[in-house]
Antibody
Framework: EVQLVESGGGLVQPGGSLRLSCAASGFSFSSYWMSWVRQAPGKGLEWVANIKQDGNEKYYADSVKGRFTISRDNAKNSLYLQMNSLRAEDTAIYYC?????????????WGQGTLVTVSS | QLVLTQSPSASASLGASVKLTCTLSSGHSSYAIAWHQQQPEKGPRYLMKLNSDGSHSKGDGIPDRFSGSSSGAERYLTISSLQSEDEADYYCQTWGTDIRVFGGGTKLTVL
């Protein structure tokens, strides 16, 4: 069974940093592109970033470019999102998701999310 | 610019059918999309990939009550024999090499 479990969310002050993790199981993690998607309270889904199987290709939404960094550790079956210079508008539930092959394609499995709150 | 447009809300009666629409922006009518369901207080769930010719492939465990179809730039999700647990937000999603795009979502109310 494919499982994606996010962690690392919490309350952080504006301008602060946070690192999210996503533990993957039930599939060959190193064979898939992976994405982060967020959802602000009461709002729709917004794609944040994705990363290739070997970590050598990454793409970001304009809203986070230069502030967020996506990475992965295939030996640990884990995906990460380093978030710096956080703003109030980054407050959201952050989901990790697997991308269906062949690339590019839809997101076919999602985690339950971790809440990030940016507030003083 | 790649944009997906959805109606904010829809409603239908228990046991009836409903057809949700997702419209691709001009110049992108050949794009495939995906449909996702998000029940209250839950993470999204992948329903299916829907191609421009109407062919579709569903995710694991998705009931036959869910089907997809296409016409031009419009992509449809039809849910038949509506059940109470179908009350949820439905998002369409598409993709390019370096971008993923979501529609604004449709909130489905089962009466």
């Amino acid at each position: 069974e494919v499982q994606l479990v996010e962690s690392g969310g919490g309350l952080v002050q504006p301008g602060g940093s946070l690192r999210l993790s996503c533990a993957a199981s039930g599939f060959s993690f190193s064979s898939y592109w992976m994405s982060w998607v967020r959802q602000a309270p009461g709002k729709g889904l917004e794609w944040v970033a994705n990363i290739k199987q070997d970590g050598n290709e990454k793409y970001y939404a304009d809203s986070v470019k230069g502030r967020f960094t996506i990475s992965r550790d295939n030996a640990k079956n884990s995906l990460y999102l380093q978030m710096n210079s956080l703003r109030a508008e980054d407050t959201a539930i952050y989901y990790c998701a697997r991308e269906l092959t062949p690339y590019p394609g839809p997101l076919d499995y999602w985690g339950q999310g971790t809440l990030v709150t940016v507030s003083s | 610019q790649l944009v997906l447009t959805q109606s904010p809300s829809a409603s239908a009666s228990l046991g009836a059918s409903v057809k949700l629409t997702c419209t691709l922006s001009s110049g992108h009518s050949s794009y495939a999309i995906a449909w996702h369901q998000q029940q209250p207080e839950k993470g999204p769930r992948y329903l299916m990939k829907l191609n421009s010719d109407g062919s579709h492939s569903k995710g694991d465990g998705i009931p036959d009550r869910f089907s997809g179809s296409s016409s031009g730039a419009e992509r449809y999700l039809t849910i038949s024999s509506l059940q109470s647990e179908d009350e949820a937000d439905y998002y369409c999603q598409t993709w390019g090499t370096d971008i993923r795009v979501f529609g604004g979502g449709t909130k489905l109310t089962v009466l």
